[in-house]
Structures are given as structure tokens and as C-alpha cells.
């Protein structure tokens, strides 16, 4: 947060309580990220849940909510935001201090199976992309996806959660529940399957112009195989 890369977000306005920063992307320069996205466990833990030939790191993401945070993290799934496709992929979201239920991730069990795509939302004012796309749906209003199986994954330290990248999720803000300090970090993985993909909107991370076709393997150095069998 002290030196954020050039993707890095702040959602809550200025002059007003809290603070909801994100960034991703950094590990080819903070030599810790690196370290656990492509020597550690994880991603032998990834290769071990997409039950893939290979595990390729796609990228890894800071989320920070600080004391009193009003803002959300609105339902969605990450998919649509990204410029790839392919089933075969996981998010392993590791906490970096206790996370208890009234500010943990909250998933739809299953919604990965739905067989749909949804516009992806703006976190800053939760407005969708566009208004209409092929291939991809508006999401149900939030009474709706409340109605579901919502699955609530309170951690400790040392705990992680793993999701794939159609599962619907959404997190609260911690203003009012006494909570000082929400930070995690997402590292992302994918499979033998993975492909780059346009989107009618920018992707993130921004894949454009990368030289990737459509259906092109992720065969690049910014996506290292960083597990096998």
C-alpha cells in the first residue's frame, strides 16, 4: 500500500471514514508475493484442486478494508473480468489477520454450475459495465442472490479459501462491527484449459495488446507454470 502498482484502486471517497484499497499484479516486484504464489504450497495446492497436468499463476490480488469501511464488495464472479476462458481455474484467497463472520467472504454454493456469465460491476459504484453483451447476463437484485445457498467462510491465521472463478461472492464493508484491519490476498491460478479471450470491456489485469489471440494458450512468461505432474 506504501508503493502501489499501476492498477491499484481506491474505492471509498475521499474525506469520508475508511478505506477499501486494491491492487494486483505485483509479484514480479515484491519478492514476498512471488514467493508463495510460485515456490510455496499454494500452488501445489491449486494444481492439487483444478486436478490439472499444470497449475500457471495468472496473478495475485491485495484486498484491504481498514476500521469503519462503509463500502462493500458488491456480488459478482471474476471470470468476466478477466481476458481469459476455461473451467479449469481457482482463486486461494489467503487472510492476512482474523476475519470473523460479520466481514468474511460470502459465496452462492454451486453458482459456478449455473452455466452463465454475468456483467461484471464496477466495485467504486457497483454500475454494470454495459448495459448489454452477447453471451453474458445482468445479475439477480441482491434480495434475490440472498435467497440462495450463501455460504459465509469466517478464517483465522492460516486458514485460506479456495473458489473457482464463476463462483458468486461478495464481501461486506466493516464499518460498524468493530473490525480494525480486513486484509487478504487472492492468488490466482489456472489449467490446462486456460485460453486467452476478448471481452466487450477492458479486462483486468489488462491483457490487451499483449500479442494473445482469441483461444491463444496462456504460453507467456507473465503466466509461469509454477506446478506439474
Known sequence: MASPGPWANEYTPQGTAGRFFDDYVNWQRIQQFSDVAISGDVP???LQLMGTSTARLFHEHVLVKEAETKEVTPWHHDDPYYGIDGMDNVSIWVPLDPIPDSVALRFIAGSHKWNKRFIPKR??????????????????TVEELDAF???TTPVQLGDAVAFHY????????????GVQLRRAVSFRYVGDDAVFATRPWKTSPPLEGSGLQ???????????IVASR
Not at 463462483?167 to 462491527?177: I, K
Not at 482469441?214 to 509461469?224: C, E, I, Q, T
Request: aromatic share 8%.
Open 149 to 151: 445457498d450463501v455460504i
Open 166 to 177: 464463476r463462483t458468486l461472492h461478495a464481501a461486506p464493508g466493516t464499518a460498524g462491527t
Open 44 to 46: 501445489k495446492v491449486a
Open 123 to 140: 466495485f467504486k459504484d457497483q454500475t454494470a459495465y454495459v448495459e448489454s453483451a452477447h453471451d453474458f447476463v445482468h445479475l439477480p
Open 214 to 224: 482469441p483461444g491463444d494458450a496462456l504460453d507467456d512468461p507473465r503466466f509461469p
